[in-house]
């Protein structure tokens, strides 16, 4: 059974910091790329960070430079580091797991995320 497990969300005020952690299980993880997503109230859930088997990465125009993505193979883990917070990066944030090749992709349940003062 595949499980994609989010952690580390919570309240912070605008500019600070958060480490969010995807936990996955069942899957080979170093074939599959990795993704975070986000979704805010009354919008569609949007792309925030990817990052291939290979390591490269990709992020949203709205979270460079703010943001950064990783993966730790030996601990089928990824993370997105977000720093210099704002009230607009509140959302649902999700872990994906993508194999493009077998046509296969897993979501977490999702982690909130609130910038607020």
């Known amino acids: 059974q595949v499980q994609l497990v989010e952690s580390g969300g919570g309240l912070v005020q605008p500019g600070g910091s958060l480490r969010l952690s995807c936990a996955a299980s069942?899957?080979?993880?170093?074939?599959?790329?990795m993704g975070w997503y986000r979704q805010a109230p009354g919008k569609q859930r949007e792309l925030v960070a990817t990052i291939t088997n290979g390591g490269g990465t990709n992020l949203a125009d709205s979270v460079k430079g703010r943001f950064t993505i990783s993966r730790d193979n030996a601990q089928n883990k990824v993370y997105l580091q977000m720093n210099s917070l704002k009230p607009e990066d509140t959302a649902v944030y999700y872990c994906n797991a993508d194999h493009m090749a077998l046509n296969l992709a897993y979501w977490g349940q999702g982690t909130q995320v609130t910038v607020s003062s």
């Open positions: 069942g899957i080979i993880f170093r074939l599959y790329a």
